[in-house]
């Protein structure tokens, strides 16, 4: 949820994430605008697979057990699906699809870091068809076998359909791993298998061998194999107003990161390809793909020291509204 860094520290990740904006192509998987005036905490974003430039997403809190398809081309709500069969979400943080074709949606916030020794996952088949739906959604409990965390990010593995929860710390979280299949009627225990740093959201390559892990100021991309992290680097992130999600396209070709707040900015940013289909995430030397309306930019090199100098001030803003925003919790 709502947190904040130090001005100096958000000084040295800004220039460490290195963010430019650059133009994108036109058509589906572009930078874009959610226009639904409904959506004003959009903190979770996951690529539909079988609807071609829509995105999954859902509020914060204070909602219900609501996920909207927003479609990029037009920034515009195509579907809102209803959860049916759960309890009242307290604060959802994140949705990634999983290789059975199962949306998860995870209610994994504690903004009291650990005032609740459990929290939840909800599943359910991504809908074939986009229109408004009413779903029933299976819920699973979830504890940590090293105690009660915030988190925010959830991400399903995308061939072993193993599920990963990073936990949210200013001093550094930990990757957790879920069981081999999550089961109702039990408690699944989530075990730490890694040390991650701040972590806002995360997303696996569609080939499952890289795990990228934003911040608010900053992104960088894991190596996984055999259910650990390894070597890392970092990715190239945009500077948005209070920074919460990422997935990839359903290509790998791009990082989309997503912002909350009315009309929050999802900002697209490309990768250049390993070759093998998976997306790797080094920087598209082509300086890759955000928008310059969405990222605040107008793609002009001659405009760069002005640009740096505008995402110092933006930089100084977020903190201050984030400073603002804490007390709602």
Same mark, same amino acid.
């Given at each position: 949820? =709502?947190?904040y860094?130090t001005?100096?520290?958000?000084a040295?990740?800004l220039l460490?994430?290195g963010a430019?904006p650059?133009t +994108?192509?036109d ?9 639904d005036?409904r959506?004003t ?9 079988? !609807? /071609?430039?829509?995105?999954?997403? !859902? ?5 219900? /057990?609501?996920?909207?398809a927003?479609?990029?081309?037009t920034?515009k709500?195509?579907?809102?699906i209803?959860m049916?069969g759960?309890g009242?979400? =307290?604060?959802?943080?994140a949705?990634?699809?999983g290789?059975?074709g199962n949306l998860?949606?995870?209610?994994i916030?504690d903004?009291?870091?650990?005032s609740?020794d459990h929290?939840?996952i ?8 986009l229109?408004?739906a009413?779903v !029933? *959604? %299976? ?9 009660? =965390?915030?988190?925010e990010?959830?991400?399903v593995?995308p ?7 990073a936990s949210?710390?200013e001093?550094g979280?930990?990757?957790?791993? $879920? ?5 109702t009627?039990?408690?699944?225990v989530?075990r730490r298998v890694g040390?991650?740093?701040w972590?806002?959201?995360g ?5 499952g061998?890289?795990?990228v892990?934003?911040s608010?100021f900053?992104?960088r991309?894991y190596?996984?194999g055999?259910g650990r992290?390894g070597?890392?680097h *970092?990715v =190239?992130a945009p500077l948005?107003?209070q +920074?919460e999600?990422v997935?990839? %396209? *359903?290509d790998?070709s791009?990082l989309?990161f997503g912002s ?8 697209r940013?490309?990768v250049q390809?390993d070759g $093998?289909g998976?997306?790797?995430?080094s920087p598209?030397?082509?300086?890759g793909?955000a928008?310059?309306?969405?990222a605040g930019?107008?793609g002009?090199g ?12 933006a930089a100084?803003g977020?903190l201050?509204?984030m400073?603002r925003?804490r007390?709602r919790?």
């Open positions: 949820m =709502r947190s860094l001005v100096s520290g958000a040295v990740l460490l994430a430019a650059a +994108a192509g058509g589906a998987d572009r930078s874009f605008t959610i226009e005036p959506i905490e959009s903190s979770g974003l996951a690529a539909s697979r079988t !609807h /071609p430039g829509v995105y999954w997403t !859902h509020n914060d809190s204070d909602d219900g /057990p609501y996920v909207y927003v479609d990029s081309r920034g709500t195509v579907a809102t209803t049916r759960v009242r979400p =307290r604060d959802v943080e949705i990634s699809l290789p059975d998860y949606v995870g209610d916030g903004n009291l870091n650990g609740w929290v939840w909800y599943g359910f088949p991504e809908p074939k068809q229109k408004d009413t !029933h *959604a %299976t819920q699973f409990d979830v504890k940590y076998a090293d105690g009660p =965390r915030n988190a990010a959830l991400m593995h061939t072993t359909g193993r599920v990963y929860i949210k710390n001093d979280g930990g990757l957790y791993e $879920g069981p081999a299949k999550l089961t009627g039990a408690t699944n989530f040390e991650v740093p972590v806002t959201d997303a696996f390559s569609p080939d061998k890289e795990l892990l934003r608010y900053s992104a991309a190596a996984f055999n992290l070597a890392d *970092a =190239r948005q107003r +920074a999600s997935t990839y %396209t *359903a790998g791009a989309m909350e707040g009315e009309r929050s900015d999802v900002v940013v490309d390809s $093998g998976g997306g790797g995430t598209s030397k082509g300086g793909g928008s310059s309306s969405a930019g107008s002009d001659t405009k760069g020291s002005t640009l740096v100098g505008a995402l110092v001030l100084v977020a201050v509204l400073r925003r007390g919790g």
